[in-house]
């Protein structure tokens, strides 16, 4: 598979969840985490071609070239074995410096390395990995990520259940919180009653997911998939 893979100019991503012998693994946990790896990548993808950003909104180019397609998955708890596209080169091209960063950003274990990422590759990367790590936290599991070329290992991280635990409280503790609140016109693409939660998209800002008002759902009705104007605080 890596050489036709190679033959086609493709290099390859293998993804793999672990947990201990008894860890379940609910679909939901396995399609967030691989949500967010993707969404994570794209974003970093898009600051190290285009300079870092505070919001994440990337462009169609941004998201068909960094786009991974799945290829089979593959024993050893939950693995998945995915393709890109990627030019040969003599020197690093840009997706291979995506792969690079994205692994060095994995592999952080304090706030000074977060707080340096968030310059090189904008706040929004960041948020992204967050969003990752936290997928991995819920869930309880580890993850181990290899970019191949061929039958080389450009870039390759293992990163246990506690490794993910402190990188995600390094994040947490990286900045100082500022508040806000904003008045932003988008789709309402997915909400939950019971957990009162809400997914949105919109035009100009990156996705939104977070926690609604009580009283939607009970007070207030709400279709979807509709437009709406929402208060985020």
Known sequence: FLAEANAEQLDVCTYRMFGDEAHRYPILAVGSALRDLQRWFSTVYDALKNGPKQRAKLAPDIVQQSTLDFAFAFTGSVGIAMTVPSER??????????????????????????????????????????RWVKDHTLSGTGAEIQWLRDKEKIVTAVLSPEQLVGLGMAIEETSDR??????????????????????MAFDEAEEIRGTMADGIGVEYTVELPRRYTATIC
């Open 178 to 199: 500022k508040e806000e609140t904003l008045t932003l016109v988008g789709d309402l693409v997915d909400a939950d009653i019971h957990r009162h939660t809400f997914h």
């Open 89 to 130: 080169m003599l020197f690093d091209n840009d997706l291979q410096n995506a792969m690079h960063k994205t692994i060095e950003m994995a592999r952080a274990d304090s706030s000074d390395q977060i707080h340096y990422f968030a310059k090189e590759v904008g706040a929004a990367s960041v948020r992204a990995l967050y």
